[in-house]
């Protein structure tokens, strides 16, 4: 195949010429109508993404990190008070939780899907622990169902980290579907460009189907007034700009069409990968759907920085998520007592995966060359 431009991880370009006559419109009407924070256009995508994933509000805001945040200050926690989060994630997952002075307590993972497991969730339970923020990493969801179990019987909150898997659908009990992010007590998501559902800027918002929550939490995000200029209190200021809203109205029409074009080349990828032992594909729980905000392999350590010069050389990027578990990170060092201690399949993931381009414009041919390339660095 002839590589004429640069092979992206995401294209946004190509996905955005598709839809540019209705993008541009929005935008210009926005801008004519003068309300370009809150307003009409963001009460409208609020309630069509309501609709959307069938929940009963959406509050938007600024950004993924703010909704974590917001959703964390909307749960009557005090300092110290212990929230569970995979050790194997964004840093944002982990840093809100800090900076509350809540106390992040990192736990594994499993290898298959690289999410979180009820049991290692109920082992880190302590007279402390409040909350549990599971996340649904690189677009598959967690094990809801056994995480809300656990959540009753401790009587702990849970805030669905959803930024990775807007789209993927629960399969809760017989005929119950539910929409990633609207199981918990509270869901959020971000609107960072490059995320399933993706904005021109930043963006980001909060769901929950529980009334007294939803008006917190958008209290919360807009100085913590209600009525205007009465603040009832401490809040931020978070909020999604019309602009935005106006582009992400258009993109959630699309956004199951967009999933089901990143499962399909996860589809393809499979297929090739299939062939190599070497390689561990990312596997698909049987309770929830995969949109792949990621396609995440896991390859022999010692061959990982190799096979990344081989594909470089070939015009092929590929991206390391995520390097170093959180617990690692300088800035967690507080809440990690053993410097000694780690967590074996964290560790053992942070030094093995490898996510390769996937996106909604990707051809049968590119995906061919990728993963060829691949399987021809280890049969060389
Ligand atoms: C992107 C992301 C966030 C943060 O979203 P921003 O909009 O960048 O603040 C949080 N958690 C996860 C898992 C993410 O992937």
Redesign the pocket.
Known sequence: MQITKPIQMVDLGRQYQRIKGEIDQAILDVVSSTRYIKGPVVDAFEQELAGYLGVRHVISCA??????QIALMACDLRQGDEIIVPAF??V??AEVIGLLKLHPVMIDVNTDDFNVTAELIEQAITEKTKAIVP?H?FGQPAPMKEIMEIADRHKLMVIE?N??AIGSDYFYGKDQIFKSGTIGHIG?T???PS?NLGCFG???AIFTNDDDLASKLRMISNHGQGERYYHEMLGVNSRLDAIQAAILRIKLKHLDDYCARRRHVADQYDEIFRSEARIKIPERVEFGTHVF?QYTLQVPPEDREALRAYLSDKQIPSMIYYPVPLYKQKAFAEYWQDPERELPVTEQLCRSVMSLPIHTEMEEDLVRYISRSVINYFQQ
């Open positions: 950004n993924g990190t703010d909704a974590l994630t964004y944002a997952t996340v990493l980290d930024a990775q959020c971000s609107f960072f995320k930043d963006g980001g905000h």
